[in-house]
């Protein structure tokens, strides 16, 4: 029985459903050899992968002897869901907030606030 998903992802929860999301589906061998530095162990990856399992973000297929993990998450939404925790838990649920912080501290380049511009012309468009 697969337990509540957790709403954001631990950092080697993050590195091993990367590799999920670029190849589709992997062995824990497949994974373990597809991580970038610092490696992780076999028996790490394999214990991780399970607890993705019970947390609902992975399912696993047996394949001879071993088992084929997939994603069941996709990473939009493991994002938006990371997002919204930020956001609920930082920002009091406040886009604006969230929004102003971002822009404050973050540097932008012209193309970031072209694009950042065009989206905002879009959603008032959107609402006329």
């Known amino acids: 029985?697969?337990?509540?998903?957790?709403?954001?992802?631990?950092?080697?929860?993050?590195r091993l459903m990367e590799v999920?999301?670029?190849?589709?589906?992997?062995?824990v061998s497949e994974?373990?050899?597809a991580l970038t530095p610092p490696i992780l162990a076999y028996n790490t990856v394999l214990s991780t992968l399970r607890t993705l399992e019970q947390k609902g973000y992975v399912a696993h297929k047996e394949?001879?002897?071993?088992f084929t993990y997939r994603p069941l998450v996709e990473?939009?939404?493991?994002a938006k869901s990371a997002v919204n925790h930020v956001l609920a838990r930082f920002f009091k649920n406040s886009p604006n907030a969230l929004a102003v912080t971002l822009l404050?501290?973050?540097p932008l380049t012209d193309a970031d606030r072209k694009q950042i511009r065009e989206l905002l012309e879009r959603k008032a468009k959107a609402r006329e």
């Open 63 to 66: 394949i001879g002897r071993s």
């Open 104 to 106: 404050d501290d973050v």
């Open 75 to 78: 990473r939009n939404d493991a």
């Open 20 to 27: 999920l999301w670029t190849n589709g589906s992997a062995t």
């Open 1 to 14: 029985m697969s337990r509540k998903r957790a709403v954001v992802l631990t950092d080697h929860e993050l």
């Open 31 to 33: 994974v373990t050899a």
